[in-house]
């Protein structure tokens, strides 16, 4: 859950192991909802030794289409528009049919949503992440009977599973991100904050797993695997490439930027000389501020375009990149959230579990925004889209 992740950020500062930057990005991410107000209204109980922490929570308020979901047929499915995370509500026990906390649900462009039953749900203190190929077609989410992650084939319902095991508790208080290639043979992995271990990249073919810096959001990979675009959001903004990534024992060759303001990422784009990126101008007296939509390049970070977005709504007050639609056009998705400065006092209201997010196209041209559709989730980090993920 978002607040509660905010929560733990903070707890965990106390704890050796997490890098204070990442505290400041996760309360700058959500400081809309104060820790204040949201432990007036629910019962939490933290115990921390050395790098634990336990957390006992009241329900929240339930969320629209939360059950009565078919699971995952074994094949024949569709290609899919997105995912989404749903939470448990009152009066939902554990086990139950009406709680199903942190479980993934996914929804075919045709409408149809599915339960993912094998894809493990995030808990109190664990991000649980599912990524969708490109076209749709595929999915990948970690696979708790098999202790690994697994790549699925909607259609034929093929699994292939890395040959890596990967205890969960690896990325306790993290912030996971998955991209699966578009042919669904690479499989990379990465969390924020890093802790002790790296990022990863599985080949699921050959069935070999090489590690990759962490702290590093992958947003992009070549069709042939060997290039790897990664965006890094704290303490600066940072763009690296890496090439020749295998054989696994390789070092490759890496280039990085560190660009002079925060920014925003998208995906890489089509071409895969293209990052698009929203200035990110948020201060803690202004938490909400976006800049200009502009064009980078990912080896040197140098600005190719800048370009004023317009035709957003007036109340938008957050941007999110993420899947293109075509070479000229990005998804972005938007939130409509009050922003106060942290300086504000609480107004004691509780923010509800479920925001709604408003995608738009965003034309790289002309910086044109043109409405999609909306959805519901409970932070952005519980909408998976196909393709590469954003950062943030």
């Known amino acids: 859950m978002t607040w509660l992740r905010d929560v733990l950020v903070d707890l965990a500062a106390e704890s050796p192991q997490v890098d204070l930057a990442e505290r400041t990005i996760a309360t700058r991410e959500h400081r809309r909802r104060t820790a204040v107000s949201l432990l007036a209204a629910a019962m939490v109980v933290v115990t921390a030794l050395g790098g634990t922490l336990a957390v006992r929570l009241m329900p929240q308020a339930p969320a629209p289409a939360t059950s009565g979901k078919d699971d995952l047929p074994a094949r024949g499915v569709g290609p899919l528009s997105h995912a989404y995370k749903t939470y448990c509500g009152p009066g939902g026990e554990k086990g139950s049919s009406r709680c199903q906390e942190g479980e993934w649900r996914v929804v075919t462009r045709g409408g149809r949503t599915y339960r993912v039953p094998e894809a493990l749900p995030s808990r109190t203190m664990q991000d649980s992440p599912l990524a969708?190929?490109?076209?749709?077609?595929?999915?990948?989410?970690?696979?708790?009977?098999?202790?690994?992650f697994q790549v699925r084939d909607l259609d034929s319902g093929t699994k292939t599973t890395a040959s890596m095991k990967l205890p969960p508790k690896t990325w306790l208080y993290s912030i996971t991100?998955?991209?699966?290639?578009?042919?669904?043979?690479?499989?990379?992995?990465?969390?924020?904050?890093?802790?002790?271990?790296?990022?990863?990249?599985?080949?699921?073919?050959?069935?070999?797993?090489?590690?990759?810096?962490?702290?590093?959001?992958?947003?992009?990979?070549?069709?042939?695997?060997?290039?790897?675009?990664?965006?890094?959001?704290?303490?600066?903004?940072?763009?690296?490439?890496?090439s020749n990534l295998w054989p696994p024992t390789s070092?490759?060759?890496?280039?990085?930027?560190?660009?002079?303001?925060?920014?925003?990422?998208?995906?890489?784009?089509?071409?895969?000389?293209?990052?698009a990126a929203v200035e990110d101008l948020s201060t803690m007296e202004k938490p909400c501020k976006t800049g200009a939509f502009v064009l980078l390049d990912p080896l040197t970070g140098k600005k190719r375009k800048t370009v004023p977005i317009r035709g957003l709504s007036p109340g938008?007050?957050?941007?999110?990149?993420?899947?293109?639609?075509?070479?000229?056009?990005?998804?972005?998705?938007?939130t409509s959230v009050r922003c106060r400065p942290s300086s504000a006092a609480p107004d004691g209201a509780v923010a509800p579990p479920y925001e709604t997010f408003t995608a738009y196209t965003l034309n790289i041209r002309t910086g044109e925004a043109r409405k999609l559709t909306t959805y519901r989730a409970h932070d952005i980090f519980g909408i998976a889209m196909p393709g590469a993920p954003g950062a943030i």
């Open 132 to 148: 969708i190929s490109r076209d749709g077609r595929r999915i990948a989410y970690y696979a708790a009977k098999e202790g690994t």
């Open 177 to 242: 991100r998955l991209m699966l290639s578009d042919d669904g043979r690479y499989l990379a992995f990465s969390k924020v904050p890093e802790f002790k271990q790296p990022a990863l990249l599985f080949d699921m073919k050959d069935r070999v797993v090489r590690e990759l810096p962490a702290r590093y959001v992958p947003i992009g990979l070549s069709p042939d695997g060997a290039t790897i675009t990664l965006a890094e959001y704290s303490p600066n903004s940072q763009l690296r490439t890496i």
């Open 251 to 275: 070092q490759g060759d890496s280039t990085a930027v560190i660009l002079p303001q925060h920014y925003i990422f998208s995906p890489l784009a089509p071409d895969g000389r293209t990052v």
């Open 316 to 334: 938008v007050s957050q941007i999110y990149l993420r899947t293109w639609r075509s070479a000229d056009e990005v998804t972005a998705l938007t």
